[in-house]
């Protein structure tokens, strides 16, 4: 029987009520008393140096208060990086400033020059127009080799275009030249992962406000982080300490990484509600968001696989330039580093690695963290170079991969690029794969697709994450400005009723939901008893947010760790009120008990009496039932599955339909079934918009070509089948209290080598084996083209 | 600045706006409805789905003079008179078909038009009626579940999990 409430049940999501009756509050849905609205002048051109910005007609237009230019923020500091890598030299990162408005240069194409407030957003929109631009064109640098190799320099200041050269593990790079060239077999691959627009529904919003009677500063904004972000433009860009700053992020309509970032606009608005005494709302666009928006991806890679003769990976190698865009983003170092290359072991036992990551300046937009971040980035060379193998060596990949494997009891598992993976069962994943993708039944679908003139292939591939962002002492060390535990604070109320103040943030992740599921289980009392309130500075404890599919691995533990602090101090209040012993005292099913005797108290008599202490222990025991905790991790957690793809290739036109897709999961313990699964299916649909679909483009000035709808291919209903999806192989995760291990990127990391192992498969069994690698998106032209070589 | 009136919900509303006024400009400032959503300026997402005379229309690239006493519904008309879910929006809660709710009022607006003209739709009717709705969140599986559920079908037939 399917659990109804509590931990294991598909809870129906509570905040379904309000989005589907048109009563959600986005940032965009609220207005302020005496606002003010801002709009932003952009650079039009990638590269140039900025010799005047005129504003006096602009300022003279009707309606407008003021016109903020990069002189007027002379007085606060830039945007903040929060990562600072070390590169295989030992020396730190390249890192120019990052100003808030261009300081006497364009870097890209969306460039935030001026900030028009006036009284409607027409009205600044039409004083936008009136600036005068002075500007001197500078040759754009957009291909990141070539920018890698010197010539323009994004930024004069720093002397080069390379961020960082970073290698891992640089100790062990001679050990991996030599099994090289000691290998049986080597397989190489050059890839590209395509750089994406992560393009959340909702687009980004950030509304100022200020009370200068009590010198209070509200920012309203489409984060999925707000105590970062008060803690990032509070201590560094603006001065503002965090008790006179509010940072609320209301609901927020879809993330996936891209409203981790602290962006210009919402320290601008902040800023300016001072300076006007106004509030000052600004709504970005959707093609605003596509110049503005951090991207996603963006690497060139080529990966080496050294295996002996019956197929055991002996080494791995890569060199990755990875595209960083022209400043860098709130988190952008980290993501092709330690989100990639701790990633390279795989679910595999390789015993020698070799990451080699150049970041790069280039004349575009910042590129940070989307769905995944890194991990898709490593999981798709891995998996690529692997059925690459299998097809050099004549071996099934799935054998290939089953040989290669971390066996079920070598568990925990060092790799060799310093994680350790608690549990996993890669095995019976693969297991399970095999039955719900009905592989055994293949062959005769694809003799009927080759009827029809098409040709059908399948691909299958595994992949690993590390989730749960982290062990804050870990990330120190390796360059996090940050920590990255998660808290949260258990509020009884007198009668019994419970809000839990959380530092995740749900935008559409269901917190709300599944965390209260938690607290109801814990306690024994029904799910509506339970309120799970977050995204606002101002009542909840400081919190690092979500990303990373942390949720529930970090801030459900801090909330099961309040939530056992309110338990045992529940328990001493009942032992009182019954007269015996605490450590005879049982909870379960919302009351307490003494051990091997009918006494029992309910839990709404122990949280009264904890409010009206009439009779309690006031000497032993303050009043009261409320308790807040920190979590900080041990360790990543480590979800991994098998994803098996179905595709038909059109011969003639080059044009992939997805057939079918199954996922099989261990996301260890799962709370609720249904938003998982839910989780899952979007994570493949932007996986498949990946490998299929999407592609942010430039021309080599540096103007974005895809920058709409019309020209940037989102996944529709249908482009994409229906999944099977499973997650019933579950290796719980032994160092949290839940056993969670995290499902929100899992979709979008295991997805595209699935995608293009199918596709290549398709090609190669249908005779066309000259082809050995496609690059994403594959578009019927480039399938087209790679049929005809 | 004009005046401009029509029936929104059931209601007759008016206000005055200025000729480049959009009809969901109209709808979630001049009256306060911010159950319709803006999600491009392009005209291809469908966050801003209305009816408009029984008819499913993007209301961001209609003018609201334009449609000057028609019926409009948006999503806020969607509810059953006392005020619980309607049977496609309960659908959408049973089904699991939102997640950030963003995308969500436009869903159910174009579902409801989609099931007005063809009752029982069959999958890939369904997931070709909403070329024109983009969600980020769901990878549409359990959208078109819900629209099937909604309209009386066997949910089975979309893949099972
Ligand atoms: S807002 Fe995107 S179609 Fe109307
Ligand atoms: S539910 Fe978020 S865009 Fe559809």
Redesign the interface.
């Known amino acids: 029987m399917p659990k109804d409430h509590g931990i294991g049940a598909s809870s129906k999501r509570r905040e379904d009520v309000r989005f589907l009756s048109g009563r959600g509050r986005y940032t965009d849905d609220m207005n302020l008393a005496r606002q003010a609205y801002a709009v932003f002048l952009r650079a039009q051109v990638a590269h140039a140096k900025i010799n005047k910005i005129d504003t006096t007609d602009a300022a003279a237009m009707p309606g407008v208060i003021r016109v903020f230019t990069a002189q007027d923020f002379s007085g606060v500091g830039g945007l903040p990086c929060g990562w600072q890598v070390t590169d295989r030299h030992g020396n730190a990162m390249l890192e120019p400033k990052h100003p808030i408005l261009a300081e006497g240069k364009i870097r890209y194409v969306g460039e935030a020059l001026a900030m028009i407030v006036a009284e409607t957003e027409a009205q600044a929109r039409d004083a936008a127009e009136a600036i005068v631009m002075d500007v001197e064109d500078l040759p754009a640098v957009v291909d990141m080799k070539a920018a890698a190799a010197g010539g323009t320099l994004v930024h004069d200041d720093i002397g080069s275009n390379l961020c960082y050269d970073w290698g891992f593990v640089e100790d062990n790079k001679a050990a991996v030249d030599e099994a090289f060239a000691r290998a049986d077999h080597v397989t190489t691959l050059e890839l590209v992962n395509n750089r994406l627009a992560p393009n959340p529904m909702e687009p980004r919003v950030a509304i100022g406000d200020y009370d200068f009677s009590t010198d209070q500063h509200t920012l309203y904004t489409t984060s999925q982080n707000p105590h970062v972000i008060r803690l990032l433009m509070g201590a560094f860009v603006l001065g503002i300490p965090e008790h006179k700053l509010r940072v609320v992020a209301p609901d927020v309509g879809g993330g996936f990484g891209s409203k981790i970032f602290h962006y210009a606009e919402e320290a601008a608005v902040t800023f300016a509600a001072k300076e006007l005494r106004r509030p000052v709302k600004w709504t970005s666009t959707r093609s605003e968001a596509f110049i503005t928006d951090a991207h996603g991806r963006d690497h060139v890679t080529k990966i080496e696989l050294a295996l002996d003769k019956d197929g055991h990976f002996q080494a791995i190698r890569t060199e990755t330039f990875a595209n960083m865009g022209a400043y860098l983003s709130t988190f952008a170092p980290s993501v092709p580093t330690w989100l990639h290359g701790t990633l390279m072991a795989g679910n595999y036992k390789t015993p020698l690695i070799y990451v080699n990551v150049k970041a790069v300046f280039t004349n575009t937009v910042p590129v940070d963290a989307y769905r995944g971040a890194g991990r898709p980035e490593a999981t798709f060379q891995l998996e690529r170079v692997i059925d690459k193998a299998a097809r050099e060596m004549g071996m099934d990949p799935v054998e290939l991969r089953r040989k290669n494997f971390v066996q079920p009891d070598e568990f925990p598992y060092q790799t060799p690029v310093a994680v350790v993976y608690d549990t996993g069962n890669y095995q019976a994943t693969m297991d399970k794969l095999l039955d719900i993708a009905d592989v055994a039944g293949f062959e005769a679908r694809r003799a009927e697709s080759a009827e029809a003139g098409k040709l059908r292939g399948l691909g299958l591939n595994c992949y690993i994450e590390a989730c749960g962002i982290a062990p804050s002492n870990l990330v120190g060390q390796l360059g996090a400005r940050a920590g990255l535990y998660e808290s949260a604070t258990v509020r009884v109320n007198a009668t019994g009723g419970i809000v839990v103040m959380t530092g995740s943030h749900s935008h559409g992740q269901g917190h709300e939901t599944t965390f209260a599921q938690v607290i109801a289980d814990m306690i024994g009392i029904a799910e509506n008893q339970v309120e799970i309130v977050h995204g606002d500075t101002a009542n909840t404890p400081m919190g690092m947010g979500t990303y990373g599919s942390r949720s529930l691995a970090v801030g459900g533990s801090a909330m099961v760790r309040a939530a056992n602090k309110v338990i045992n101090k529940a328990k001493k209040i009942a032992a009182h009120l019954l007269e015996a012993s605490e450590a005879d005292i049982e909870l379960k099913d919302g009351a307490f008990s003494v051990a091997g005797t009918d006494k029992s108290v309910d839990w709404g008599s122990v949280c009264l009496a904890a409010y009206v202490p009439h009779n309690y222990p006031l000497e032993d025991l303050e009043p009261g039932l409320e308790e807040t905790a920190f979590y900080d991790p041990s360790n990543f957690t480590y979800p991994a599955g098998a994803y098996a793809c179905e595709v038909e290739v059109d011969p003639e036109t080059g044009k992939v339909t997805i057939c079918a897709f199954a996922a099989a999961d261990d996301f260890g313990n799962v709370v609720n079934p249904m938003i998982v699964e839910g989780q899952v299916h979007g994570g493949l649909a932007q996986g498949i918009g990946q490998a299929l679909l999407e592609g942010v483009s430039y021309d080599e000035n540096g103007q974005l070509l895809s920058g709409s709808y019309m020209d940037y291919a989102m996944p529709r209903a249908d482009d994409v089948p229906s999944y099977v999806v499973d997650h019933s192989c579950q290796t719980p995760c032994t160092h949290n209290p839940l056993g969670v291990k995290g499902c929100g990127e899992a979709g979008a990391i295991g997805s595209p080598p699935a995608v293009v192992n199918a596709v290549i498969d398709a090609l190669h069994r249908g005779g066309i084996t000259h082809v050995t690698h496609i690059d994403m998106p594959l578009t019927p032209g480039r399938v087209w083209s790679a049929i005809q070589g | 600045m004009t005046k401009v009136s029509m029936t929104v919900n059931g209601r007759s509303m008016s206000g005055d706006i ?1 000729g ?1 006024t959009l009809l969901v400009d109209f709808l ?2 001049g009256l306060g ?10 005209s ?2 469908g ?1 801003c789905v209305v009816h408009v005379d029984g008819k499913a229309v993007k209301s961001c690239t209609v003018f609201a003079a334009d449609v000057a006493g028609a019926e409009v519904t ?3 008309g ?2 059953n008179p006392d005020g619980s ?1 309607g049977v496609i ?1 309960q659908a ?3 089904h ?1 078909g ?8 436009g869903m ?1 607006m174009s579902a409801a038009a989609l099931l007005a003209e063809n009752p029982k739709p069959t ?2 009717e ?3 009626y ?2 024109g ?12 579940k819900a629209i099937m559920a909604a309209s009386g079908q066997d949910v089975s037939a ?4």
């Open positions: 200025e480049r979630r400032q409805l911010t159950g319709t959503h803006v999600g491009c300026d392009t291809q997402c966050a948006t999503i806020e969607m509810g879910l929006q959408f809660q049973d699991h939102l997640q950030c709710g963003f995308c969500t009022p159910v999958e890939a369904i997931r070709h909403l070329e709705n983009i969600c980020r969140c769901t990878g549409y599986h359990n959208i078109v979309v893949a099972a999990e």
